[in-house]
């Protein structure tokens, strides 16, 4: 089972900071979960929220900046003062960053409120100009985000994303589209969902799974992966099996 840290080391570290990124690699994760959304400007970033309101010191939305105005803003704001300032990184910035590293990168597309104009083609550049394509996952709420990305690069796997409500027969709406992977709130997964996905070679992988209950219980249930905002701990708890 995989392990993949949301957002980063978010539970220690301001979420989506480079900071967060480089402490998740540090732990030896196996995958770390970004957010990109896209500027005034047309700049890839990497943020949750299309404001940015709850994370930095600033006040908006991500797609009324240019770059350069956004980078004036504190990112670590979200766990006050304690690490300094920390800048929204650019998706480019990350990139640079991550391909010295041999973990995978789930990139989920935040089109489900705006939908930003070519973020699709925008992120799939950046990610080709660092030669990271055979490590790169892609998610999104947005169905269509994660269908344009396999007309562009089907070579890259895909999730489709949901929330607590989950998706009926996932496993079949995933094959029937070519996306590789169900996404869901931890909420949604039950024993037919999961019989479901490993019917049609689905695999799963679970968010924000932070207690130990959750992650038993995806250890039993032969998921994939595992994304948390405190990574170090499934990764002890794997190595205690031999995983």
């Given at each position: 089972?995989?392990?993949?840290a949301?957002?980063?080391?978010?539970g220690?570290?301001?979420?989506?900071?480079?900071?967060?990124?480089?402490?998740?690699?540090?732990?030896?994760?196996?995958?770390?979960?970004?957010d990109?959304q896209?500027t005034?400007d047309?700049?890839?970033?990497v943020?949750?929220?299309?404001?940015?309101?709850?994370?930095?010191?600033g006040?908006?939305?991500?797609?009324?900046?240019?770059?350069?105005e956004?980078?004036?803003?504190?990112?670590?704001k979200?766990?006050?003062?304690q690490?300094?300032?920390?800048p929204?990184p650019?998706?480019?910035?990350?990139?640079?960053?991550?391909?010295d590293?041999?973990?995978?990168?789930?990139?989920?597309?935040?089109?489900g409120v705006f939908?930003?104009?070519g973020i699709?083609?925008?992120?799939?550049?950046?990610i080709?100009?660092?030669g990271?394509?055979?490590?790169?996952?892609?998610?999104?709420?947005?169905?269509?985000?994660?269908?344009?990305?396999?007309?562009?690069?089907p070579?890259?796997?895909?999730?489709?994303?949901?929330?607590?409500?989950?998706?009926?027969n996932?496993?079949?709406?995933?094959?029937?589209?070519?996306?590789?992977?169900y996404?869901?709130?931890?909420?949604?997964?039950d024993?037919?969902?999961?019989?479901?996905c490993?019917e049609?070679?689905?695999?799963?992988?679970?968010?924000?799974?932070?207690d130990l209950?959750?992650?038993?219980?995806?250890?039993?249930?032969d998921?994939?992966?595992?994304?948390?905002?405190?990574p170090g701990?499934?990764l002890?708890?794997?190595?205690?099996?031999?995983?």
């Open positions: 089972m995989k392990v993949m949301h957002r980063g080391y978010s220690k570290y301001p979420e989506n900071t480079m900071l967060a990124f480089q402490k998740a690699a540090e732990l030896g994760v196996d995958g770390i979960e970004l990109v896209m005034k047309g700049k890839v970033v943020i949750h929220d299309e404001r940015i309101d709850r994370t930095t010191d006040m908006g939305y991500v797609r009324d900046y240019t770059y350069e956004l980078k004036k803003f504190n990112a670590s979200v766990k006050g003062d690490f300094g300032f920390q929204i650019s998706f480019e910035d990350y990139c640079r960053w991550a391909k590293y041999s973990f995978f990168t789930n990139v989920e597309l935040k089109t939908y930003y104009a699709e083609e925008k992120t799939l550049e950046i080709k100009a660092y990271l394509e055979d490590r790169i996952l892609f998610s999104s709420f947005h169905p269509m985000s994660i269908a344009r990305l396999k007309e562009l690069a070579e890259i796997p895909c999730g489709a994303l949901v929330g607590d409500h989950g998706l009926g996932a496993g079949f709406f995933c094959k029937r589209y070519g996306f590789e992977y996404h869901p709130d931890i909420a949604a997964l024993d037919e969902a999961v019989r479901e490993k049609h070679g689905i695999g799963i992988n679970a968010w924000t799974v932070n209950a959750g992650l038993e219980k995806l250890y039993e249930w998921c994939e992966g595992i994304i948390t905002n405190y701990v499934p002890e708890w794997l190595k205690g099996r031999g995983k």
